[in-house]
């Protein structure tokens, strides 16, 4: 599809990626019009985030296409969809300086025509197009190291900051007496323990952050800090405490997520697996909440 629509020569077809080494980060821009390579471009970038640098190619490829005579359409193929969607996102972000700019070059190439069009395109590595095939490879060929002392853009300095928090943490994280003896962990597809991280709405929010009243009870899950006898034995010693299915001596969250058959919207012995202990939550409104929460 995208080779027919560079058929035309009035479009200009921009292949780009960008790769990440010794803290040098390289971008590789190809430009074709007409099926044929007009415009082959390579930047390398020391202490910049992957993020920077793409929108550095971006902005590079289309003030390229603008020196080109004719060019009504552009196509820009990439694999890091989700980085140019900030392009046209209103809301405040970390790169307003970079889609700034990349504004002000749209704006020139739309006012020359109004006809004159852009389409992103993504096209992940695994696909292996051929066309962004050869970006990529090329992306990954060269192995520079710093020589000198550079300077570090912010966007670099905090990531690299983050990184190290997120390190110090993953690392304590295991620690029970940190995190917590009843601390419930649980597992991605690939059975792998879930680990802290920062990024993409982070290792729990991500999917449940969307309703308050599920984020709550599912944090009360993970904890174990819930409205249950299990939990209320830590405080009230005395009393007596058993499980209401009347086989259990007493309600624990153990019993609720893996043999409580009163919970059974949802039944999947894998709680310990994400997917299946939110979807549990989701269909079972009345797990690890409060009575007087219950709508």
């Given at each position: 599809m995208a080779i027919k629509s560079s058929n035309f020569p009035s479009t200009a077809l921009v292949v780009m990626d960008a790769s990440v080494k010794n803290n040098v980060t390289s971008s590789i821009v190809h430009?074709?019009?007409?099926?044929?390579?007009?415009?082959?471009?390579?930047?390398?970038?020391?202490?910049?985030?992957?993020?920077?640098?793409?929108?550095?190619?971006?902005?590079?490829?289309?003030?390229?296409?603008?020196?080109?005579?004719?060019?009504?359409?552009?196509?820009?193929?990439?694999?890091?969809?989700?980085?140019?969607?900030?392009i046209f996102d209103i809301l405040s972000h970390?790169?307003?300086?970079?889609?700034a700019?990349?504004?002000?070059?749209?704006?020139?190439?739309?006012?020359?025509?109004?006809?004159?069009?852009?389409?992103?395109?993504?096209?992940?590595?695994?696909?292996?197009?051929?066309?962004?095939?050869?970006?990529n490879i090329e992306s990954k060929l060269f192995n520079l190291t710093p020589l000198f002392p550079n300077k570090n853009s912010w966007d670099f300095s905090k990531r690299s900051k983050c990184d190290?928090?997120?390190?110090?943490?993953?690392?304590?994280?295991?620690?029970?007496?940190?995190?917590?003896?009843?601390?419930?962990?649980?597992?991605n597809n690939n059975n792998k323990i879930l680990e802290p991280m920062y990024s993409k709405g982070g290792t729990w929010l991500r999917y449940i952050s969307y309703s308050n009243i599920l984020c709550a009870r599912a944090t009360r899950a993970i904890t174990n800090h819930a409205p249950i006898s299990e939990y209320h034995l830590c405080f009230f010693l005395r009393e007596e405490f058993s499980c209401l299915c009347g086989l259990y001596p007493i309600e624990t969250?153990?019993?609720?997520?893996?043999?409580?058959?009163?919970?059974?919207?949802?039944?999947?012995?894998?709680?310990?697996?994400?997917?299946?202990?939110?979807?549990?939550?989701?269909?079972n409104l009345n797990v690890f909440a409060f009575l007087s929460c219950i709508t």
């Open positions: 430009i074709y019009v007409h099926n044929k390579p007009i415009v082959k471009m390579l930047h390398h970038a020391i202490n910049v985030t992957s993020t920077e640098v793409e929108f550095f190619a971006i902005r590079c490829s289309i003030s390229q296409v603008l020196y080109l005579q004719n060019i009504s359409k552009i196509i820009v193929v990439t694999n890091s969809i989700h980085m140019v969607k900030k970390l790169f307003q300086k970079q889609v700019l990349i504004l002000n070059d749209l704006r020139e190439f739309f006012n020359r025509y109004h006809e004159n069009t852009i389409e992103f395109w993504e096209c992940p590595s695994k696909c292996k197009w051929n066309l962004h095939k050869y970006v190290n928090i997120i390190s110090n943490w993953k690392m304590t994280f295991q620690a029970s007496d940190l995190k917590g003896n009843n601390f419930l962990d649980l597992v969250r153990c019993h609720i997520l893996h043999e409580y058959r009163k919970f059974n919207e949802y039944w999947n012995p894998r709680r310990d697996l994400k997917a299946h202990f939110v979807l549990f939550l989701e269909l």
